[in-house]
C-alpha cells in the first residue's frame, strides 16, 4: 500500500488537504464527520467558494456584447473557465467545451442535437450493463423517437466490461457507442480508449460518461480518442448546475441547437434565425457565471494537488478500503474489478443497507444507500441496494478504519 499510517500517501498532504475543506471541520451527532459520499457529490474547498463568492461581490454582471467593466470582467472570467476545462481535458480547442448543468444534460444534448437526427428505423444505439439512468434514458428517448433500438453490452461477474463482448455487438447498424468511464456503483474503470479504438475501425461516434472519471483520472480526450466527453462540476469540487461537454469540433459544427434563446444566435428575423458557431450555439439563455467560474477553480485545484499523484493517492485508498470492508465478517462487496477508482458498494447480511447507512450516519460517517441510479446493474446482481463508501481527495485510510469499526458495532448491534 502507498497509502501510510495516519492517511498520509506520498506526493499528497492529506491534512493540508482537509484543511482545505471547511464542511470538514463540522460534527455530525457529536461526532468528527467522515465524508464518504463524494460519488454523489463532493464538497468544496474554501477556493472554490471564494471564487463564487468573489464573482458575486466584485464583477458580476450578464456575460457576452456588455461594453461595461463589470460585464467584461464576467465575461473574461466565464472564458477563462472554459479555457481550464479546456485544458483539464486536453481538448484540441476552446470552440469544443461547452458548458451545460451537468453530464445528464450534455448526454442529452448529444442524444438530441446528434444521434436522434442521424437513426432510423433499425439502427442500434450501444451501451453497458452498468450505465448510470443518465447514460441509459436519454438514448432510449431517442430510440423512441425513430425506430432504433439500445443494444446492452453485459457485466462480467466482477463488474467489467470485456472488450470481446463490446466488438461481439457492434455492427453496420450500430450508429453510436455511449459507455460509463468509471462506473458510479461499482468503481470499475473501464478500458476507454480500447472501446474508442474499436468504435474508429468501424466508424461509429462514441461518447464516454466521465462524471466519476474526472475528479479520480487524469483525462485526455485526445489521447482516449473519443467524439464526446461529459462531466459534471458537482463531482469535481465544483459548484453543482454546472458541468461541461466536450465535443469533436465537426460534430458540434453540425449538429442543429438543444435549445433556442438568446445568445446562441447570430441574426434573427422571423423569417428564419441564423445561429451561432459552437460552442454558443448550444449555451442558450443566461448561463451559470458563477458555477462556470467556480468549475474552473475546481478544476484549479485538482491540478494543483497534481493528477497523477491524487490518482495513486485514491487508488492506494480504494484498494485499502475494498480489502478492510472484504475482511469484515458477512459483508459482501458487489463487483471486484481489477481497476477500481472512487468507490465501493457493499451489502451486509441481515441487514438493508439503508440501515447501514442510518447507522453509520449515527457514528457521523457519511455513506450512500441505494440503487445508484443503477437499477439494471442492481437486477444484475440480484440485489435491490447497495450501501456505498465513496472517496474523495480527501479522505485517508484512518478514514476507512473508522468505518470498518463502524460496521463491526453494527455486526454486535443485530446479534452477528
Not at 458555477?291 to 484498494?319: D, P, Q, S, T, W
Not at 468507490?343 to 441487514?351: D, H, I, L, Q, R
Request: aromatic share 6%; charged share 20%; proline share 5%.
Amino acid at each position: 500500500m502507498s497509502v501510510a499510517e495516519g492517511g498520509q500517501a506520498a506526493g499528497i498532504d492529506l491534512a493540508r488537504v482537509r484543511a482545505d475543506f471547511p464542511i470538514l471541520r463540522r460534527e455530525v451527532n457529536g461526532r468528527p464527520l467522515i465524508y464518504l459520499d463524494s460519488a454523489a457529490s463532493a464538497q468544496r474547498p474554501q477556493a472554490v467558494i471564494d471564487a463564487e463568492l468573489d464573482c458575486y461581490r466584485r464583477y458580476y454582471a450578464n456575460v457576452h456584447r456588455g461594453v461595461h467593466t463589470l460585464s467584461q470582467e464576467s465575461t473574461a472570467a466565464f472564458e477563462g473557465a472554459r479555457e481550464q476545462v479546456r485544458r483539464f481535458l486536453n481538448a484540441a480547442s476552446e470552440r469544443e467545451v461547452v458548458f451545460v448543468r451537468g453530464a445528464t444534460e450534455a448526454i442529452n444534448l448529444v442524444a438530441h442535437s446528434f444521434a436522434a437526427p442521424r437513426l432510423q428505423p433499425g439502427d442500434e444505439v450501444l451501451v453497458t450493463h452498468m450505465e448510470h439512468h443518465s447514460n441509459i434514458v436519454p438514448w432510449q428517448l431517442a430510440c423512441e423517437r425513430t425506430g432504433a433500438q439500445l443494444r446492452v453490452v453485459p457485466v462480467t461477474d466482477d463488474g467489467e466490461i470485456e472488450l470481446d463482448a463490446v466488438a461481439a455487438r457492434i455492427n453496420e447498424r450500430t450508429r453510436l457507442i455511449s459507455v460509463v468511464h468509471v462506473s458510479n456503483t461499482l468503481g470499475t474503470v473501464n478500458p476507454v480508449a480500447e472501446i474508442a479504438a474499436l468504435a474508429r475501425e468501424r466508424g461509429v461516434p462514441i461518447l464516454v460518461d466521465g462524471a466519476q472519471a474526472a475528479p479520480h483520472l487524469p483525462v485526455d480526450v485526445q489521447a482516449l480518442g473519443v467524439d464526446f466527453y461529459a462531466f459534471s462540476g458537482h463531482k469535481a469540487y465544483g459548484p453543482s448546475g454546472i458541468g461541461a461537454l466536450y465535443g469533436r469540433y465537426e460534430h458540434l459544427a453540425a449538429m442543429a441547437p438543444y435549445q433556442g434563446g438568446g445568445d446562441m444566435i447570430r441574426r434573427v428575423a422571423f423569417e428564419g434565425t441564423e445561429y451561432a458557431e459552437p460552442p454558443a450555439r448550444f449555451e442558450a439563455g443566461t448561463p451559470n457565471i458563477a458555477g462556470a467560474i467556480g468549475l474552473g477553480e475546481a478544476l484549479r485545484y485538482l491540478e494543483g494537488l497534481g493528477r497523477e499523484r491524487l490518482a495513486a493517492h485514491e487508488r492506494a485508498l480504494v484498494g485499502y478500503a475494498a480489502e478492510a470492508l472484504a475482511a469484515v465478517p458477512g459483508v459482501e462487496l458487489i463487483g471486484t474489478p481489477q481497476r477500481r477508482a472512487g468507490a465501493v458498494s457493499f451489502v451486509m447480511a441481515g441487514t438493508h443497507p439503508n440501515d447501514v447507512a442510518m447507522l453509520l450516519d449515527e457514528q457521523g460517517i457519511a455513506v450512500r444507500a441505494g440503487h445508484h441510479c443503477t437499477q439494471p446493474l442492481m437486477e444484475r446482481f440480484g440485489v435491490s441496494a447497495t450501501a456505498r463508501a465513496s472517496f474523495g481527495c480527501y479522505n485517508g485510510t484512518d478514514e476507512v478504519d473508522a468505518l470498518i469499526e463502524a460496521l463491526h458495532r453494527i455486526r454486535r448491534l443485530f446479534g452477528a
